[in-house]
């Protein structure tokens, strides 16, 4: 089946393919975006969850990269404020470290001229009695002083994808999710990509005028679909992160240090639900990025580190509710000794021999919107192609096109603060309820109330989980391009991130897409069976909880009950 064709089309749906989608739209061309997955499934959704400088960055003297991601964290926290905060760290001083606090003070004081706009706190220096003051668990001896630094958080980085995807959509681009490439022609219009859809077999041809592979670790995967031979464009690095709940001596705030063992950077990060995400590590990787979790060998490496720390924490792998990993989509670099000194820039390349088609390297979470800038600008200087139709123009937009000031949907209010107070004021939901789908959706919690008026039913709460309710799902569904129970659970409400891994909410979600989506018995057990394959890649504490699992074992077919048993 032939697809309309379109100006551009984008193969990955992370942060990074969707800002390339979301800026073409934004400039007027008809756009679409495939992923072989979901939005957010690859890398965009196993990261730190922060929005950065990259202080490590100064290290090999990358200070565009640095200048770049501050005015971009600036920018998030005015385009993004309802899922991108203000974050403190700590970076505490030790003899032993590889770095001196001289160096470190050096570059705090560079991280703080380079963003020169931000309206975050400049870093503060800490003495040593002020440091065992204000964490009072941290490891004390060696210690001789600190500095407190902002960045940012995104606790929901996922949502980060969705929205942009809905600006996508919203723009009158076309947004497709389980969509895998498996082939690449030039053709006289530009290129024709073959596309099968993974859920239901059928074969697709998408014409467009442009493509552009930002697939993240799988792009030199996608060239390998055209009939020609290209050099290696990514050197993935595995990046692991596990999450905790609370234990004694954990900080107030961020702790970035360095590691006792190798030097490389630790982050102890507390998130908003109380639980704190460790990581990370950064390892080589070779193979299909698909296969990457977290190794015994990786857990055990963090969790000595944490306790090296803070020694009270007596952190064991029995502590560790979930795990995640990604590859980092880095440039290719076989004169790189170690993981730590590969570049984080991101490149546009365009194809040797096919026209039109050009593959992003590199890139991160923090910089996606400036990178969907680059390359369009790369797209318009190589091709002379212009957009097919006008600009989109609206109140959010300071100029005919781009994402520059543009914000995401869920921030679309003249002041964010008075709308969260308002709606707090207002709203007949429970508090907890209320806050909880504001740090999701935004301004866009209006459409979760519009549908429990539509049916009240939809506010009652998911099992295990009293601030999360039936009209999500309703909404991951109609609005948010959801077609599976994984995409609905793990990256619309982000349930998998709880600490029952969203396990005992999976049925009554199920149930309710199934209203929706037309699943019969059949098919819904398939879509449970296939959260619980996924979650176990996750390694979460909760698949060893007998309550939870005991009671769905008569709902599964026999094979799952064997393997759960």
């Not at 440039?331 to 026209?355: G, L």
Request: aromatic share 6%; proline share 5%; charged share 20%.
């Amino acid at each position: 089946m032939a697809l309309d064709p379109v100006d551009i089309l984008v193969i990955g749906g992370g942060v990074n393919g969707l800002a390339v989608a979301r800026e073409a739209s934004s400039q007027g061309w008809l756009a679409a975006v495939v992923d072989a997955e979901d939005f957010g499934a690859g890398t965009s959704g196993t990261a730190s969850r922060l929005v950065h400088g990259g202080i490590r960055y100064l290290e090999n003297l990358e200070f565009h990269l640095v200048r770049e991601s501050l005015r971009e964290r600036e920018r998030l926290l005015q385009t993004a404020p309802h899922l991108v905060k203000p974050y403190p760290l700590l970076i505490p001083f030790y003899r032993h470290n590889q770095r001196s606090g001289f160096i470190m003070r050096l570059g705090m004081f560079l991280y703080d001229v380079l963003s020169f706009d931000k309206s975050t706190p400049l870093h503060k220096p800490l003495s040593k009695a002020e440091v065992e003051l204000m964490y009072p668990g941290l490891e004390s001896d060696d210690l001789y002083g600190a500095v407190l630094y902002h960045d940012a958080q995104v606790a929901n980085a996922e949502r980060l994808c969705i929205e942009q995807a809905l600006d996508v959509a919203s723009f009158g681009g076309r947004v497709h999710n389980h969509l895998r490439v498996t082939g690449l022609n030039e053709s006289k219009a530009g290129v024709d990509v073959r596309l099968t859809d993974t859920l239901t077999g059928r074969e697709l041809v998408q014409s467009a005028r442009v493509v552009v592979n930002a697939s993240g670790p799988w792009v030199d995967m996608v060239l390998s679909r055209t009939i020609d031979e290209t050099s290696r464009l990514i050197g993935g690095t595995k990046g692991s992160h596990m999450t905790v709940g609370p234990f004694p001596g954990a900080p107030e705030t961020g702790v970035h240090y360095e590691a006792v063992s190798d030097g490389r950077a630790i982050l102890v990060l507390p998130l908003p639900d109380g639980n704190y995400l460790l990581g990370s590590t950064d390892i080589f990787f070779e193979g299909d990025p698909a296969d990457a979790i977290m190794t015994d060998e990786e857990i055990t490496y963090l969790l000595k580190e944490v306790n090296t720390l803070i020694p009270q924490a007596r952190l064991t792998p029995q502590s560790v509710l979930h795990t995640v990993s990604g590859v980092r989509p880095l440039p290719y670099s076989p004169e790189a000794k170690t993981a730590a000194e590969v570049s984080r820039n991101h490149h546009v390349i365009a194809h040797p021999t096919i026209k039109n088609l050009f593959s992003i390297s590199g890139g991160k979470l923090t910089t996606h919107r400036a990178l969907g800038e680059m390359a369009m600008n790369v797209v318009e200087k190589h091709t002379n192609l212009v957009s097919s139709r006008r600009p989109w123009y609206g109140i959010f937009r300071s100029g005919p096109g781009g994402t520059k000031h543009l914000k995401l949907p869920g921030a679309r209010c003249a002041d964010w603060g008075k709308f969260q107070k308002d709606f707090l004021d207002r709203t007949s939901l429970p508090t907890a309820t209320a806050q909880r789908l504001l740090g999701l959706y935004g301004v866009r919690v209006a459409r979760i109330e519009s549908l429990i008026c539509a049916d009240p039913s939809l506010a009652a709460p998911l099992p295990g989980h009293n601030s999360a309710v039936g009209a999500e799902v309703v909404l991951a569904v109609r609005e948010e391009f959801a077609r599976t129970l994984i995409d609905i659970v793990a990256r619309r409400m982000l349930l998998s991130w709880a600490d029952d891994a969203g396990l005992r909410a999976v049925e009554a979600v199920a149930e309710i897409a199934a209203r929706e989506l037309q699943w019969d018995e059949q098919r819904v057990h398939q879509e449970v069976e296939a959260y619980h394959q996924w979650i176990r890649l996750r390694r979460p504490r909760a698949l060893e909880d007998a309550s939870i699992m005991l009671s769905n074992l008569d709902k599964y077919p026999s094979s799952m009950k064997k393997s759960e048993q």
